[in-house]
């Protein structure tokens, strides 16, 4: 059974030709020895991208054997619909303007019914390319599940074969594209992610993995003039995507670590992030969402080096040229990089949910509090004032402020004191100049930070070395 709403009688099935394939051929099924049918697209557990209406088309190639031209296909417990193929058997054609949803997929000879090929689990819904670095690959201890009462979720794995989402979802085995190969990806947040927005939207998902550990802005760079653009990162991916239809709902890209370690400025990487968007939204007119980097390990990267990254991540979401992705400063990872335990990626799994749920399917999810003021009254009060995002700040102590006069942090306690203001009490009165920051750093690395009151507990957008004005007589 089809799942999702038919909300239409079944569209015409178009007879095309040249219908490019997404992965190798495999026999599907087989009748007698005299006469067999082979379906080389769709595959099991495929998904092809839905549009804007909700709606997508179904490619559908292969070869019939000694059943003459005429044929039948359906989708789920839609009506059998007759086409021709063409007189060496094989046949290619478009089932067209399918509701999203997900069911077994059928074709048949019309004068032999007892011969029947079939794929299980093809879909339409939403495709998503996982790009950027090593926790994009996925670094947990234990591999991930997801789950929903009817949907399956599929992976498109490195060796081009469709499948069902299981971790290691960069699994390295059979890689076609070596350039990408991660030989040490776990478990990862994208299996707990199809959860979220399978419930959400009802629609199968399906994952396309081209991360590369330890990749830099600069490798992710498009190199159009390239003799072999499969071997760059930016290559390999369009590469895929094509091999998947060449329509993808949006890339989810998480990386920056690599740049903050060898300290790109702000100004390069935002001009290799807005290169990268650029490029993807003229060749795969797909979006790019960019999460925020967070914890590390201090004795490799410094607080300037992680500033510098993040900042030019939030520059991109304001400038509109990257989508707003998770903000992941405030998570401890004791000191470490990677997301390896389930708590902790459980929080960047619904943080990428909240991420793609407003900026890529556009549902009502607030966004991050972000600084509008800070302003000091000469004494021992600091408030900051936020701009709301469709909800208000939780109240509670708020962790991960640090004020500085002169460059040296001052002792302060925090509270969410009205729904858009935090105040800070100093210890004891300070001389401007005076400045506030926020997610600078490892400060605020497992601290209460504040945090909006919806459901998403979204923290507040970073700040570092915010100048604090003094407060009008």
């Known amino acids: 059974m089809i799942v999702g709403r038919m909300k239409a009688a079944l569209a015409l099935v178009m007879v095309t030709c040249g219908v490019a394939i997404a992965a190798p051929a495999t026999l599907a099924a087989a009748g007698p020895q005299d006469a067999s049918l082979l379906l080389s697209s769709p595959h099991s557990f495929q998904v092809f991208q839905r549009g804007a209406d909700g709606r997508g088309d179904i490619l559908i190639a292969g070869r019939a054997a000694g059943l003459g031209n005429d044929l039948e296909v359906r989708w789920g417990d839609e009506p059998w619909v007759p086409f021709a193929g063409r007189p060496d058997g094989r046949f290619t054609l478009r089932l067209g303007d399918r509701p999203a949803g997900q069911a077994t997929l059928q074709v048949r ?45 599929a992976l498109f794995g490195n060796d081009d074969r469709w499948k069902d989402l299981v971790d290691p979802v960069d699994s390295a085995a059979g890689q076609v594209d070596r350039v990408s190969a991660d030989g040490d990806a776990g478990g990862s947040v994208w299996p707990l992610l199809a959860t979220e927005l399978m419930a959400a939207e009802n629609v199968p998902v399906a994952f396309v993995p081209c991360a590369k550990s330890g990749s830099s802005i600069v ?143 556009h549902r009502a999810v607030p966004s991050a509090p972000r600084l509008k003021s800070a302003r000091y009254d000469g004494g021992l009060t600091v408030t900051l004032r936020f701009a709301g995002g469709g909800a208000s700040l939780r109240p509670g102590e708020a962790g991960g402020l640090v004020v500085r006069a002169a460059g040296d942090p001052l002792q302060v306690t925090a509270f969410v004191t009205a729904t858009d203001t935090v105040t800070l009490l100093l210890a004891a009165p300070s001389l401007l100049p005076l400045t506030v920051s926020l997610g600078s750093g490892r400060e605020a690395a497992g601290r209460p930070v504040p945090v909006d009151d919806s459901p998403w507990a979204l923290p507040a957008q970073v700040f570092v070395d915010h100048p604090v004005a003094r407060s009008a007589e």
């Open 219 to 361: 490798r992710w760079e498009e190199h159009p003039a390239a003799s072999h653009p499969s071997r760059t990162l930016f290559g390999s991916m369009l590469r895929r995507v094509r091999a998947v239809g060449g329509r993808v709902r949006a890339v989810l890209f998480w990386q920056g670590e690599a740049d903050a370690r060898r300290l790109t400025s702000r100004q390069a990487y935002a001009a290799g992030l807005r290169s990268l968007a650029a490029a993807l939204a003229h060749d795969c007119r797909a979006p790019l969402v960019v999460a925020q980097i967070g914890d590390y390990d201090p004795r490799a990267w410094s607080a300037g080096g992680v500033n510098a990254i993040r900042l030019a991540q939030q520059q991109g979401w304001r400038a509109g040229w990257a989508l707003a992705g998770p903000a992941l400063y405030d998570i401890d990872l004791h000191g470490h990089a990677h997301f390896t335990d389930a708590d902790d990626e459980l929080v960047a799994a619904h943080r990428w949910a909240a991420a793609v749920f407003a900026a890529v399917l």
């Open 109 to 153: 000879s019309a004068s032999r019914q007892d011969v029947v090929a079939s794929c299980e689990y093809v879909g339409v819904g939403d495709i998503y390319v996982v790009a950027g670095q090593s926790n994009a690959s996925g670094r947990g201890t234990s591999p991930n599940q997801y789950a929903h009462p009817v949907l399956r979720a």
